[in-house]
């Protein structure tokens, strides 16, 4: 079979009919490389090919392009798209304040859902980057805290808000968010550096 991987052509013996994962894992690709796509006679397999890879199939005499990455790498890229989400979750969550304030709570808890979903992907996307790039979120300083101290008073602080959302106190709701739970997320700042 002719597989390409980031354009260098190797050649791999498979018996008739194979499936993906065995002919994948016959490649030995480096531990620290990950595949990014693939294409099956010049057309993209879908995204979700991992979990699917042991019922396709291919044939000695298919061509397959793989492109490969650092997962190093994949993580950086990841991590620093994560900078700018920051920026995007701290104004989501002043004009949640501000909602309240101007007596806007329909739209505002709206807002607030939706920005603790984000806060919540936007952490689960920070924790795996550092697994890719070979750190240790835990470890890493936020502010004056290690990663793991800091995530656990970051949900501190978001159960305090829910409690005091379930409440219906929309100024002190606002308060909270402005004055407590933005400057804790504004220490992420911090691990760009």
Do not use: C, H
């Not at 260098?8 to 018996?15: A, D, H, R, Y």
């Not at 490389?33 to 396709?56: M, V, Y």
């Not at 920070?126 to 805290?145: A, H, P």
Request: no cysteine; glycine share 6%; charged share 25%.
């Amino acid at each position: 079979m002719k597989i390409r991987v980031n354009g260098v052509e190797k050649t791999l013996e498979i018996s008739t009919v194979e499936n993906l994962g065995n002919v994948i894992s016959g490649l030995r690709l480096p531990p620290t490389q990950l595949i990014t796509a693939i294409r099956l006679n010049d057309r993209p397999l879908e995204a979700d090919w991992l979990q699917k890879q042991d019922r396709i199939y291919v044939m000695n005499e298919d061509e397959m392009d793989i492109d490969a990455e650092d997962a190093a790498v994949i993580g950086n890229r990841a991590f620093q798209a994560t900078r700018e989400q920051l920026g995007k979750l701290i104004g989501d969550l002043e004009q949640t304040a501000q909602g309240f304030r101007l007596d806007d709570e329909t739209t505002a808890n709206a807002r607030l859902v939706q920005s603790i979903e984000n806060m919540q992907a936007f952490f689960t996307v920070i924790q795996e980057s550092f697994v890719l790039m070979g750190r240790d979120f835990n470890t890493t300083t936020i502010g004056d805290t290690k990663g793991q101290d800091y995530i656990k008073t970051f949900s501190g602080k978001l159960s305090e808000l829910i409690d005091v959302q379930q409440s219906k106190d929309w100024v002190l709701l606002a308060d909270m968010i402005e004055y407590e739970l933005v400057p804790v997320l504004k220490k992420v700042e911090k691990i760009y550096g």
